[in-house]
């Protein structure tokens, strides 16, 4: 399937979080098409790992950066300009979730949560968004999750916080569309990643987890990283505001 091309030669993209997991599988797609990648983590260790898996000399840029840090997304957006000279595409796939429920929630663990997948999708959209504008052409896509639409016992907050991700992409996209600028998001089911190793890893639960996704599977990173991709290519051009669930058809029954 990774011989798909999607015409992005020389495009620069940002990727949040891109050391591990989708993020990872989203760079190595996008490195293969030949585009240009910066990604960013809060672990140097990671990025290190990522950029030597990856080997893609000159075309990767890692730095390292708190999505949620206002002064650490304007580092990220300022180097990414100063080695690449242009910004075509933001994918923010930052997102964490810690267990719990909300009545009794912490509101020190609300705000980590909050601050990791909104605050941090706001954050750098804002900044690509700028940027963006100038050229008059960008792709935004975000990433959510099916927790945006239902209710999940061990993620509120986090469902919570995409939901919030979700009507972000809308309004964004509104009020972005002058200028050419597509804003998208993309909502997977469970994917194997270390983000979910707790759910998958149990037998038990991975079970009970396929019994609710008609295509009999969980996703693999790579299910997510193409309807990113085609989000970031010109094939998408009169598509805005959208989230395309990517669940193994989970929310059609
Ligand atoms: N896996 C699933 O089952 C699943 C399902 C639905 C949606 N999603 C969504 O898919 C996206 C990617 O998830 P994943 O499973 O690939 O997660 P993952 O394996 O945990 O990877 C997360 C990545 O984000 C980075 N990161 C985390 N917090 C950050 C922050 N505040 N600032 C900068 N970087 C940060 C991590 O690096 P550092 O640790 O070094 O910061 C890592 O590179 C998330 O938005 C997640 O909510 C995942």
Request: net charge neutral; glycine share 10%.
């Amino acid at each position: 399937m990774s011989q798909l091309v999607y015409n992005l030669e020389d495009q620069v993209f940002v990727i949040t979080g891109g050391s591990r997991g989708i993020g990872l599988e989203i760079t190595k797609l996008l490195l293969e098409q030949k585009a240009k990648v910066v990604i960013c983590g809060r672990k140097q260790e990671g990025l290190d790992l990522a950029t030597e898996k990856l080997q893609a000399g000159d075309n990767l840029l890692a730095v390292q950066s708190h999505v949620a840090k206002f002064e650490e997304v304007a580092k990220l957006f300022d180097q990414t300009l100063e080695r690449f000279g242009q910004l075509d595409g933001l994918i923010n796939n930052v997102g964490m979730n810690i267990i719990s429920g909300v009545v009794d929630a912490d509101p020190g663990l609300w705000n980590k949560i909050i601050d990791s997948n909104l605050n941090g999708t706001f954050l750098c959209s804002r900044k690509a968004g700028q940027i963006m504008r100038a050229q008059q052409k960008g792709k935004i896509v975000n990433i959510s999750s099916i927790a945006a639409r239902r209710s999940a016992p061990a993620m509120g907050i986090y469902g919570i916080a995409k939901a919030g991700i979700e009507m972000l992409t809308k309004v964004m996209a509104q009020e972005l569309a002058p200028f050419n600028i597509q804003v998208n998001a993309v909502a997977p089911c469970m994917v194997r990643t270390t983000f979910s190793e707790a759910f998958w890893s149990n037998k038990d639960l991975h079970d009970a987890i396929i019994k609710t996704i008609p295509m009999g599977r969980i996703a693999e990173p790579i299910d997510i990283a193409h309807p990113v991709l085609f989000l970031c290519s010109e094939g998408s051009n009169f598509i805005s505001g959208q989230t395309l669930l990517v669940d193994g058809g989970a929310s059609a029954i």
